[in-house]
Nanobody, 123 residues
């Protein structure tokens, strides 16, 4: 019922910048937050950044002051601007929408994940 379409990512040198974009498609009535998580090889998936419907931002300590998440006006979408990238930022980045409900009867809040996009920081 809800699909997340991700774009951006790729290969960048240390200190460089990348932007990730995620848009939620479907008959979305409401949601509580959207954001990005990442998973590096051999590690657990972790929160990178999220933003609530009310605009409250949350960041992992490791990306504060380097990454910025923002909502895209008039769309169920978010942008993640990543500056000062480090090799340890290398991971698959997954978009997530939290507590999404769709138009129609008996829609309960549900979390959805995107397919993931690779970010590689290397010289």
């Amino acid at each position: 019922q809800v699909q997340l379409v991700e774009s951006g990512g790729g290969l960048v040198q240390p200190g460089g910048s990348l932007s990730l974009f995620c848009e939620a498609h479907g008959s979305i009535h409401s949601f509580s937050a959207m954001g990005w998580h990442r998973q590096a090889p051999g590690k657990q998936r972790e929160l990178v950044a999220r933003i609530t419907g009310g605009g409250i931002e949350e960041y992992a300590d490791s990306v504060k002051d380097r990454f910025t998440i923002s909502k895209v006006n008039r769309k169920n979408a978010v942008n993640l601007q990543m500056n000062g990238l480090k090799p340890e930022d290398t991971a698959v980045y997954f978009c997530k929408i939290e507590g999404a409900t769709v138009f129609g009867p008996r829609s309960s809040p549900t979390d959805y994940w995107g397919q993931g996009t690779q970010v590689t920081v290397s010289s």
